[in-house]
């Protein structure tokens, strides 16, 4: 399992690298890159590729803005695609299609609230969130105005699968309401949940106990270049929510998006 998770989190900077060269931008974290890539052979290594480096702020802005572009952070975070989040309220919202997000039941946004998206070159997108239900537990979905951009990110969920119990141990990164990126092991998979826990110390330094606003905010697993939406967060803590790889969730997701904007499909990823 540790091989083939760390081919993935090769895999998934080794392309991102390459849509950086392609864009002509973020240059100046390809140095850190190639050295990691070169000496880093354990996922719990400070150097590892999937971790940030010691001192690494682990925000994804280095300045944000609700009504205006945002500038992007430089170094590690870039290389994970946030675009698909809108943080501009702590009510996080988490696009599973282009034109319908998913969010904590307890802690949803109204309808005719503004969804603020920011692509990966900080120029900000802005829908009108029409339309939320309850899709079962903890878990909303709402509706946009209209579809997003291609060039924000849509993320898959996990493709289902008789037992998730290979993902025990697996490191995920965290997001939470301050736009940050921390890395928690996954501790249990149920059938509709998932929790994590903090690693042991000396592993890395970057996780953070979950506190009341964090709620709704995804977290994701590295499959090959992908990041998959595994949770939004319900509890605190090291954090456990609603694990989207639930055939259930996913049934009564499919439903409720059909309802709101017929024509729109999840994504599946195999983990």
Same mark, same amino acid.
């Given at each position: ?20 060269? $392609? ?54 975070s ?24 998913v ?106 106990? !979950? ?15 992908e990041?998959?939406?595994?949770e939004?967060? $319900?509890?605190?803590?090291g ?8 055939? !259930? ?8 998006i ?14």
């Open positions: 399992m540790g091989q083939s998770l760390l081919s993935a989190v090769r895999a998934f900077f080794a392309g991102t690298q390459n849509q950086l060269l $392609t864009m002509r931008c973020w240059i100046i974290s390809l140095p850190f890159f190639v050295v990691i890539s070169c000496t880093s052979k354990d996922l719990t290594s400070p150097s590892s590729p999937s971790l940030p480096p010691p001192g690494g702020s682990p925000n994804i802005f280095k300045r944000y803005s609700i009504r205006d572009d945002a500038e992007m952070m430089g170094g590690w870039r290389n994970f695609d946030m675009s698909g989040i809108s943080f501009n309220e702590k009510m996080t919202l988490t696009l599973v299609t282009r034109r319908h997000v969010m904590a039941y307890h802690y949803r946004r109204k309808p005719g609230a503004k969804a603020v998206f920011h692509n990966r070159a900080g120029e900000k997108v802005e829908r009108t969130l029409v339309s939320v239900t309850r899709v079962v537990g903890d878990v909303a979905v709402g509706l946009l105005d209209s579809d997003v951009p291609l060039d924000l990110k849509v993320y898959s969920l996990p493709r289902p699968r008789e037992n998730f119990s290979h993902l025990k141990g697996v490191t995920a990164a965290v997001t939470d309401q301050n736009r940050r990126i921390f890395f928690h092991e996954i501790d249990r998979v149920s059938p509709t949940s998932i929790a994590f826990r903090h690693p042991k110390l000396g592993k890395h330094g970057w996780g953070k106990n !979950l506190v009341k606003g964090d709620s709704g905010n995804p977290s994701f697993l590295i499959s090959g270049e990041l998959v939406l595994i939004t967060h $319900t509890s605190g803590g954090g456990s929510g609603p694990f989207y790889g639930s055939p !259930l969730i996913q049934k009564k997701l499919s439903a409720a059909s309802n709101l904007a017929p024509g729109y499909q999840l994504r599946l990823k195999s983990l």
